[in-house]
Structures are given as structure tokens and as C-alpha cells.
């Protein structure tokens, strides 16, 4: 039984570019979840995605955006890079969306790094 | 909004001692509480949850955690230290509520020396 995928593993980008990482869920799954870990930081909530709908966003700008597929697979974009950005981009995987009720586990992927220099 | 508080940045402990992990939420109503564990390199594993019903849970690995409401707590534990356990830990909060996102601690590491 698959976990949650993750590619690239790494990744270095210049400031300005575009950049878009991509997860498949834990087999059976149908909502991902992407999180930002800065170098020391716990992991910060970015969107999650159910029935390939955004169904909450956290403080982030819109240069973050995201895609999910009918596989229910997903992707993470981010535009105009920054410096900032550079982090593990994890990404999470659960049976339903993730809210109150569900009592699901959410599995973590092994994440992307991304270096922007 | 939820929040999270791990007030150790770094703990050493010898191996086979015990450890304790602080973990203090800030939350108006019955939270969701875990704990995650992170090797270097790799993604984030659960170690335990908690929903409700008894206030100490068991996890994998031998860790248990406490529940304390009137502490606003959910402390980390375990009896005795393998070198293994040494990694970074967060304590994680979700709500009973439409808020679908996980809120992080910002972590402990934890060191074990022989």
C-alpha cells in the first residue's frame, strides 16, 4: 500500500520563477492538504484540496496556488518566487476533508525541498 | 484562531531515561491534538492523536500523552529513551469546526546521547 508521494524531492529555482510540486494522496484517499516548513519552523497550513476544490486557504498570498485531479492527485504552484519561499513543501493526504468530525489521520508525504537562491 | 506552544527548543536526554515534551494550546473549544515525529530528511509521522474519551492516549513507538483541559496541555512522554528517538517533535491542534487546517508548534528536538 503506497503512502503519500512526493516529487520533485529537491529543487533549486532562481527568485522570479515558477514552480510546481506534485503529490499523489495514500491509496484510497481523496483530500490533500500542503503545508509549508521553514528551516526551524513547524509546518505551516497553505490550502487543502477535496472533490478538486479549494476548501480553505491559510496566510498565504496568491502567488500560491493549487490543482487537484480527477486521480485526486494534486498539485502545489507558486509564481514570482522569493527568497522567502525557500522551505519543505509537505504535503497530506486523508480519507474526507479534514475537519471537525473526521477523525481520520492525515498521512504526510516525505516533502519537497525548494531552494530559491 | 487555535495555536500551539512548545516551550523547549531542545531537550538532551540519555538513553534510557525518560523524556517528557511540553505542548500548550490555545483553543475556545474541544481541540483535536497529535503528535508528530520528523527524522531528518523525512516527512512528518504520527505518533499518537487525541479526540476524546480518555485523557491519556497510548501511541506508537512507547510515547504516551495527557490530556489536561485545565492546563490547556497535551504533554508528550515516554518511560524510557532509545537512541532511535531522536528528531524533531511537533505538537499539532485542529478544531471541531469547518476549519480544516492542522496548527503547528514550531517543534522540539530531541537529543539522545549514549
Known amino acids: 500500500d503506497a503512502g503519500v508521494t512526493q516529487s520533485p524531492t529537491h529543487l533549486i529555482k532562481t527568485r522570479g520563477q515558477q514552480v510546481t510540486l506534485r503529490c499523489s494522496p495514500k491509496?484510497?484517499?481523496?483530500?490533500v492538504s500542503w503545508y509549508q516548513q521553514a528551516l526551524g519552523q513547524g509546518p505551516q497550513f497553505i490550502f487543502q484540496y477535496y472533490e478538486e476544490e479549494e476548501r480553505q486557504r491559510g496566510n498565504f498570498p496568491d502567488r500560491f496556488s493549487g490543482h487537484q485531479f480527477p486521480n485526486y492527485s494534486s498539485e502545489l504552484n507558486v509564481n514570482a518566487l522569493l527568497l522567502g519561499d525557500s522551505a519543505l513543501y509537505l504535503c497530506a493526504s486523508s480519507l474526507g476533508p479534514w475537519a471537525g468530525g473526521n477523525t481520520d489521520t492525515q498521512y504526510f508525504g516525505p516533502g519537497t525541498r525548494l531552494t530559491v537562491l | 484562531a487555535q495555536s500551539v506552544t512548545q516551550p523547549d527548543i531542545h531537550i538532551t536526554v540519555s538513553e534510557g531515561a525518560s523524556l517528557e515534551l511540553r505542548c500548550n494550546y490555545s483553543?475556545?473549544?474541544?481541540?483535536?491534538l497529535f503528535w508528530y515525529v520528523q527524522s531528518p530528511g523525512q516527512g512528518l509521522q504520527l505518533l499518537l492523536k487525541?479526540?476524546?474519551?480518555?485523557?491519556l492516549v497510548q501511541g506508537i513507538k512507547g510515547f504516551e500523552a495527557e490530556f489536561k483541559r485545565s492546563q490547556s496541555s497535551f504533554n508528550l512522554r515516554k518511560p524510557s529513551v532509545h537512541w532511535s528517538d531522536a528528531a524533531e517533535y511537533f505538537c499539532?491542534?485542529?478544531?471541531?469546526?469547518?476549519?480544516?487546517?492542522?496548527?503547528f508548534g514550531a517543534g522540539t528536538t530531541v537529543t539522545v546521547r549514549a
Open positions: 487525541y479526540f476524546s474519551g480518555d485523557t
Open positions: 499539532a491542534v485542529g478544531a471541531l469546526s469547518n476549519d480544516y487546517k492542522l496548527s
Open positions: 491509496s484510497g484517499h481523496d483530500t
Open positions: 483553543y475556545g473549544a474541544t481541540p483535536y
